[in-house]
C-alpha cells in the first residue's frame, strides 16, 4: 500500500450567491484513483486547469474530497484528527519562493515549521543543520533570504520543509519563476532527497525536461488520470500528449519527426545520449569515412539495457 | 522609429560602501518592427533595463531615446512615452480587478482620456487580438483561467496602443499549449501590426522559435546581441553566466564533433528534423510522398 492513496476523489469548487445558493459547481478532480508508493519519484503533468495544483493540496489536508477519500500514510485526510500528523508527513513547497520566505536570515527560516511543531530546541538546531546540508545551502545560513537567487530561496522553502522531517514532498511548479540555472539546482536537488533520505518526491511542473528522470509519470485531463506509466511509456505518446495540451522534450520531438518520416528510431527517445546512440550508427553508414562513434557503443546503449531490465 | 540606449547606468545605493550597478554601460538599438528576446539568468538586469524603457526606472547615467527624442531631456511626455512602450509585467492577471473583462481592458484607455466610442472600440480590438472569445467579455476576470486571465492582461496594454510591448516572461506558469497560443499571438502582432516586441524569457527553445534577435545580459552589462544562430554558437559562454542554448543547439554540436556534416546553426526541431532527413537520404523520400499525396 502506498504512501498517498486516493480512491475514487471526487472535488467540487461550488460558487454560492449571497443567499448561499448554489450558482455553479466546478468539478475540478472527478474520480481519481491513485496510488503513490513509498520512495517514488512521481511527475504529474497536466494543463492549467486540469487538476493538478487542487489534487496536491488534497494530499495535506488543505482540501477535503468532495467525495471519495484520499490516505496519507494509511490516514483518512477527512478524518480531523489526523490533520496536523498529515501535514508532518506530507510537506508542500509552491511556485513563488517569496511567498513562502518569512525569516529574516535563512536558518530562521528553516527553523521556522519545526518550532511550530513544538520541537525541542536542540533539536530544531540538528534539523535545520541536516535540512540545509541535505539541500547544499550550508554556506548561506547566517544570509538573508532576500539576497539569494531564485533557485537558493526554492531550495531553502524545501530545506524548510525538510526540517519538519516528512516522509512526502509534493512540489507544485516549483521551478515556473526560475531561470535554467535555479531549475536545474532544484530539481538535481530533489533526485538528492528522493535518493539519500527516501523521501516520496510529487513534482507538478509543466516543463517536460524535468520530467525524464523521474519513475513514474501521471497525466492529468479535466480532472481525471489520463496517463500513468514510466517516461518513456508517457513520452511514447506524442500525439496523445498533445492533445491533453502538453508537450515532449525537444529531442524527444526531433526522433518522434524523425521517425514519422521513415528513419529507423526506436519509440519514447529521452535524452541526447540516447538520441546519439540510435543516430550515430546511421549516420556511419552514410558516411563511414567521417563519422566515428567514439563514446558511443550502440549495441549495449542505455536505451537497450534499461528496456531489458525492466 | 527606434529606441536608442546609450551608456546607460543603474547604481543602487550610490556613494555608499553599498554601491552596487544594476545596469553598467548597456547601449543598443532597436528599430522599429523588431522581434528581440531578452534573456539572462535571475538578476542580471533584465528586468531593470526593461523598467528604463518606458521611463519606470530613471537611469544613474546615460540616456535613452524614443524616435530621436532623449525622455531624460527637459519637457519630455513621459505619459505619452507610458502609453506608446507597452509594458507587461511577470504575472499581469495579479493586476486585474476590475468586475468584468472588458471594463479591466477598457481601463487603459479610459486614463489616456478619449471618447467612450473610441476606448470601447479599443478594448475590442485588443481582446480579439489576443483572441479571447467574446464569451468571456462579461465574466469577472476572476473567474477564467490562467491563460485566459493573462491574456486579458496582455489586452489591457494592447488597448493603449502601444508601437512598442514589452512582456517580462509572458508565458511563466502556462502549460506548454497555452504557452505555444500566446507566442504565436504575439509574433501575429508583430506580423500584421508591424508592432516592436521584447520579450524577456527564460526559455532559450522559445526564444528560438521567435525573435530575430536576442540580447544576453550578465551582472548588469549586455554581453551578446545578435540573431539567434550567431548568440547560440556562444552556447559554452551562455552556461557559464548560468543561461543555455535550446536542446537542438546541443545536439547539432555533438553530431559535428562526431563527423557527420551537418550546419551547426540550426536551433530549431524543424531545422534539425529537415538536415537529419537531407543527410540520411530520406527528404527526396517524403518530397515524392508529399507529391503521391498531392495526385
Not at chain 2, 553599498?18 to 533584465?46: C, M, P, W
Request: some cysteine.
Amino acid at each position: 500500500m502506498g504512501i498517498i492513496r486516493a480512491s475514487k476523489l471526487i472535488y467540487e469548487y461550488i460558487r454560492r450567491d449571497e443567499d448561499e445558493h448554489v450558482e455553479e459547481v466546478n468539478r475540478a478532480i472527478d474520480q481519481l484513483t491513485v496510488d503513490i508508493k513509498k520512495g517514488d519519484f512521481v511527475a504529474v503533468l497536466g494543463h492549467n486547469g486540469s487538476g493538478k495544483s487542487t489534487f496536491a493540496k488534497q494530499i495535506n489536508g488543505i482540501l477535503l474530497p468532495s467525495g471519495g477519500t484520499v490516505w496519507v500514510s494509511d490516514m483518512n485526510t477527512s478524518d480531523e484528527s489526523h490533520i496536523w500528523d498529515i501535514r508532518k508527513t506530507a510537506g508542500m513547497v509552491f511556485q513563488n519562493p517569496d511567498n513562502q520566505i518569512i525569516g529574516n536570515i535563512v536558518e530562521e527560516d528553516v527553523g521556522f515549521g519545526p518550532e511550530n511543531l513544538g520541537v525541542p530546541t536542540d533539536e530544531i538546531w540538528k534539523r535545520v543543520d541536516r535540512s540545509l546540508a541535505a539541500v547544499g545551502m550550508t554556506a548561506y545560513r547566517l544570509k538573508s533570504p532576500n539576497k539569494l537567487s531564485g533557485g537558493q530561496k526554492q531550495r531553502v522553502a524545501i530545506a524548510g520543509v525538510m526540517a519538519m522531517k516528512p516522509q512526502c514532498i509534493i512540489l507544485d511548479e516549483p521551478t515556473a519563476m526560475l531561470d535554467p540555472n535555479g531549475r536545474k539546482e532544484v530539481i538535481a536537488t530533489l533526485h538528492e532527497l528522493n535518493k539519500k533520505e527516501n523521501i516520496t518526491i510529487l513534482l507538478i511542473t509543466h516543463y517536460m525536461e524535468e520530467v525524464i528522470d523521474a519513475d513514474r509519470v501521471i497525466v492529468m485531463d479535466d480532472g481525471k488520470l489520463v496517463m500513468d506509466g514510466t517516461p518513456r511509456e508517457i513520452f511514447s505518446h506524442v500525439q496523445e500528449l498533445k492533445s491533453y495540451r502538453l508537450d515532449v522534450p525537444q529531442v524527444t520531438e526531433l526522433a518522434w519527426e524523425l521517425k514519422k518520416a521513415g528513419v529507423d528510431l526506436p519509440d519514447g527517445i529521452l535524452s541526447r545520449e540516447e538520441f546519439m546512440n540510435a543516430i550515430l550508427p546511421l549516420m556511419k553508414k552514410r558516411f563511414p569515412d567521417q563519422v566515428n562513434l567514439e563514446g558511443y557503443c550502440p549495441d549495449v546503449g542505455t536505451f537497450g539495457t534499461e528496456s531489458a531490465v525492466k | 522609429m527606434s529606441i536608442r540606449v546609450e551608456h546607460l547606468n543603474h547604481i543602487y545605493g550610490d556613494g555608499t560602501v553599498y554601491e552596487q550597478y544594476a545596469l553598467r554601460d548597456v547601449n543598443f538599438e532597436i528599430q522599429d518592427g523588431e522581434f528581440v528576446g531578452l534573456i539572462g539568468h535571475t538578476g542580471s538586469g533584465k528586468s531593470t533595463l526593461i523598467q528604463h524603457l518606458n521611463g519606470l526606472l530613471k537611469a544613474s547615467s546615460g540616456a535613452i531615446y524614443y524616435n530621436g527624442e532623449n525622455i531624460y531631456g527637459e519637457g519630455y511626455d513621459m505619459r505619452a512615452l507610458r502609453s506608446k512602450v507597452g509594458l507587461v509585467f511577470q504575472y499581469p492577471e495579479h493586476q486585474l480587478f476590475e468586475v468584468d473583462v472588458f471594463s479591466d481592458v477598457c481601463f487603459g484607455p479610459k486614463n489616456q482620456g478619449l471618447s467612450k466610442e473610441e476606448i470601447e472600440e479599443r478594448a475590442k480590438d485588443a481582446l480579439r487580438q489576443v483572441g479571447l472569445d467574446e464569451k468571456f467579455w462579461e465574466q469577472s476576470p476572476f473567474e477564467l483561467s490562467g491563460g485566459q486571465k493573462r491574456r486579458v492582461a496582455i489586452a489591457g496594454v494592447l488597448a493603449m496602443k502601444p508601437e512598442v510591448l514589452i512582456l517580462d516572461e509572458p508565458t511563466a506558469g502556462l502549460d506548454p499549449k497555452g504557452r505555444d497560443e500566446i507566442l504565436d499571438e504575439l509574433t501575429a502582432l508583430h506580423r500584421d501590426k508591424h508592432m516592436t516586441i521584447i520579450l524577456v524569457s527564460h526559455s532559450m527553445e522559445d526564444i528560438a522559435r521567435y525573435a530575430d534577435r536576442i540580447m544576453v545580459m550578465n551582472h548588469g552589462e549586455k554581453v551578446f546581441d545578435g540573431p539567434p544562430r550567431q548568440v547560440f554558437h556562444h552556447y559554452r559562454e551562455l552556461e557559464r553566466i548560468g543561461l543555455a542554448a535550446p536542446q537542438i543547439t546541443y545536439i547539432i554540436h555533438e553530431l559535428r564533433d562526431h563527423g557527420v556534416p551537418i550546419d551547426p546553426d540550426l536551433i530549431t526541431v524543424e531545422e534539425a528534423r529537415d538536415a537529419i532527413l537531407a543527410l540520411l537520404g530520406k527528404a527526396e523520400e517524403k518530397e515524392e510522398k508529399g507529391k503521391d499525396k498531392a495526385e
